[in-house]
């Protein structure tokens, strides 16, 4: 610095001044033109120093030291140390940072050279002196792994680990980096404790999801089931025992567990309340109302999802209390359902069992063909086992849905050989499908052991419901019912009365059995005596209790009939049957049927229809059938004239056209 300012002769020496400061001062950098004043760090001003000022010119640099003089080379460090940023003349940076530089001796031997390639150097050589060089390569030149983003927020705790263990790593580690025994060690307790976490919260959430599934049928407190099911048993009317149930569905909906809605108590629930429903002979209409109930509803949708748990008892149950409540007009999914389901179980049912659900199914018009040959051939297997009710019951089913039971039909040819197998009896037995009955060890007609020949005492109306589930099926000529008609003859003559529902549909199907063995089986000379078939008859025909409606499907067709220039008779009688609309000169008989006439799933004529027919056209009618799906398909006024003289064509013959031209 000194050979610096040497070098401006012409500029002069200020005269000297001395002063006395108590404190010393640091001089800030103060800019002075082109040039700067500095202050040198720490030095200060103390009494009685004396100082020389020296002036320089506008671009050059005025500086106050001390009395102590340095020589070159120390001027030349100080220069050097300063350039670096190792001295702060001034006392411009931070004290902590002042202290680090001045301690600092790491850019001593930098002449000459880069000092940052020089440290990096040095770095390298203690790597390689401790043996790290390959390792710190592989750390360098590993891959990451791509991080995944889902675009959907996921859901539970299960995903979060699973995130976080595929998403937040780094770099695999079984990728490129060689590890020593520790951090082998440390990966392998690392990796032990992820998949520990990871598997319990992965169970946790399992069981948390399973523990909401099986709320309403999953495994329950025993004696929670058995309080609910003696609540529900004990409840004296409908009304009671779905406040019961429904009290329950809410509570297990609130988080209740274990349920106690057992598949067995669902059964009994529904069972309860179409029984109690039958004990007060609870109307049709009222019926509905309460089928509608959201309550109801419910208590149909759980049982419906509990349907595959049940027993053979619990399906039979469910299947006659969904008839009884909702009827013809309800549950058509539901009864689909059923048969489903008892389809695959059919083989654990008793006989109570099938009389119940081909019942329930038949009185609903609902058919389900494939169930119904499955029931007919495990009715064969338990024949034996029937009571009275169940063997008439499953009977008229099969009837009524015109399903055949050819298999059912010769079991009891074989079993009931003998007319004095069967009794007629005067009182009345409970219904088997109201009330339940412990189950009975079904036997196999092939086991081993004598059987003992089963005795049937029926009564009156049980006979005429089998009687006419023969008729309609067409099996005049078995054994067993020839066995049934002839107990059925030697009833007594005085039980039939004109003032009595029971009386008059009994003498209804009695008259049209009898009927049907004198035009189609004369030669069986089966038809019953003069004076009993003349008070069945006179009962038949009675019209207290068979009030004929005309619908207003019958009543648009018959106006469209007088356009076919035919003369056409309506609510004529043949043989007891009262047929829509005859041509009586033509012998065409035209039956206008409606949606009653029909399975209302799969749209087949039921059995009293198809009865009726072979019954008119065995009397000598031309039968023509309207249905009215098929009139419902057609509109206009004009159409339903063509398709009415299309499907009269037939049977009208050569007067078809000419009466097409005096329209």
């Known amino acids: 610095m000194k050979g610096l300012l040497n070098t401006f002769p012409q500029h002069s020496f200020l005269k000297p001044f001395i002063f006395s400061p108590k404190t010393s001062y640091n001089l800030p950098v103060m800019k002075v033109g082109t040039g700067f004043m500095y202050g040198r760090l720490g030095v200060g001003f103390s009494r009685g120093m004396k100082t020389k000022c020296v002036y320089l010119s506008r671009d050059s640099v005025v500086s106050s030291e001390g009395v102590v003089d340095s020589d070159?080379?120390?001027?030349?460090?100080?220069?050097?140390?300063?350039?670096?940023?190792?001295?702060?003349?001034?006392?411009?940076?931070?004290?902590?940072?002042?202290?680090?530089?001045?301690?600092?001796?790491?850019?001593?031997?930098?002449?000459?050279?880069?000092?940052?390639?020089?440290?990096?150097?040095?770095?390298?050589?203690?790597?390689?002196?401790?043996?790290?060089?390959?390792?710190?390569?592989?750390?360098?030149?590993?891959?990451?792994?791509?991080?995944?983003?889902?675009?959907?927020?996921?859901?539970?705790?299960?995903?979060?680990?699973?995130?976080?263990?595929?998403?937040?790593?780094?770099?695999?580690?079984?990728?490129?980096?060689?590890?020593?025994?520790?951090?082998?060690?440390?990966?392998?307790?690392?990796?032990?404790?992820?998949?520990?976490?990871?598997?319990?919260?992965?169970?946790?959430?399992?069981?948390?999801?399973?523990?909401?599934?099986?709320?309403?049928?999953?495994?329950?407190?025993?004696?929670?089931?058995?309080?609910?099911?003696?609540?529900?048993?004990?409840?004296?009317?409908?009304?009671?025992?779905?406040?019961?149930?429904?009290e329950m569905i809410m509570a297990v909906g609130k988080g209740l567990s274990p349920s106690p809605l057992s598949p067995l108590n669902i059964a009994t629930a529904l069972h309860r309340i179409a029984k109690n429903m039958e004990k007060v002979s609870m109307m049709n209409t009222r019926r509905l109302a309460f089928a509608r109930q959201k309550e109801v509803s419910m208590l149909v949708g759980i049982a419906m999802t509990a349907l595959p748990e049940c027993s053979a008892q619990g399906i039979s149950n469910i299947s006659w209390a969904l008839s009884k409540i909702g009827g013809e007009l309800l549950y058509l999914s539901e009864m689909d359902r059923v048969a489903e389901v008892a389809l695959t179980k059919v083989g654990e049912f008793n006989s109570q069992n099938v009389a119940n659900v081909a019942g329930a199914l038949a009185s609903m018009q609902h058919s389900a063909p494939d169930l119904f040959s499955a029931l007919s051939k495990r009715g064969s297997e338990i024949i034996h086992t029937f009571q009275e009710q169940e063997l008439a019951q499953v009977l008229w089913a099969f009837a009524s849905l015109y399903e055949p039971a050819d298999s059912l039909l010769d079991a009891l040819d074989t079993v009931f050989k003998n007319a004095n197998q069967l009794e007629c009896s005067l009182k009345t037995k409970t219904s088997y499908s109201d009330e339940e009955r412990s189950n009975e060890d079904s036997g196999d007609l092939d086991a081993e052991g004598p059987l003992r020949s089963p005795v049937l005492s029926f009564n009156r109306d049980q006979l005429g419901n089998i009687a006419w589930s023969y008729a309609v099926l067409g099996q005049l000529d078995r054994i067993f019912f020839s066995n049934v008609w002839r107990t059925l003859s030697h009833f007594e003559e005085q039980r039939l009365s004109e003032q009595y529902r029971e009386d008059i549909m009994f003498a209804s199907q009695a008259h049209l059995v009898n009927q049907c063995l004198k035009l189609e089986y004369p030669h069986l000379r089966l038809s019953l005596g003069d004076n009993l078939e003349e008070k069945i008859a006179h009962a038949g025909k009675t019209k207290r209790f068979n009030q004929k409606t005309t619908s207003s499907f019958q009543k648009e067709v018959a106006r469209l009939l007088v356009s076919t220039g035919l003369d056409w008779v309506r609510e004529y009688v043949v043989d007891g049957y009262t047929v829509d609309a005859v041509v009586v000169d033509k012998k065409i008989a035209l039956e206008i049927d409606g949606p009653t006439h029909f399975s209302r799933n799969t749209g087949m004529p039921l059995g009293h229809t198809m009865l009726k027919r072979r019954y008119i056209a065995a009397a000598g009618w031309n039968v023509v059938s309207l249905s009215h799906q098929e009139w419902e398909e057609i509109e206009g006024s004009y159409e339903q004239q063509e398709y009415l003289r299309e499907i009269l064509k037939e049977h009208i013959g050569g007067d078809s056209s000419s009466s097409s031209k005096d329209e």
């Open 72 to 246: 070159k080379d120390k001027e030349d460090e100080d220069w050097k140390l300063e350039f670096l940023g190792e001295l702060d003349p001034l006392g411009c940076q931070a004290s902590k940072k002042r202290k680090k530089q001045q301690n600092s001796g790491l850019l001593k031997d930098t002449d000459g050279m880069d000092w940052c390639l020089r440290a990096r150097k040095v770095a390298l050589k203690s790597i390689e002196a401790r043996g790290l060089s390959q390792r710190m390569e592989d750390l360098i030149n590993v891959k990451k792994k791509k991080k995944k983003r889902n675009k959907k927020k996921l859901v539970g705790k299960v995903k979060k680990v699973k995130d976080f263990e595929e998403d937040d790593l780094d770099f695999d580690l079984d990728e490129g980096v060689e590890l020593e025994d520790g951090d082998a060690d440390l990966k392998r307790m690392v990796s032990m404790l992820g998949d520990g976490m990871f598997q319990e919260r992965k169970e946790k959430t399992m069981e948390e999801f399973l523990q909401r599934l099986s709320q309403f049928s999953g495994p329950s407190d025993c004696k929670k089931e058995i309080n609910l099911n003696r609540a529900i048993v004990e409840a004296q009317t409908a009304e009671e025992v779905l406040e019961i149930t429904a």
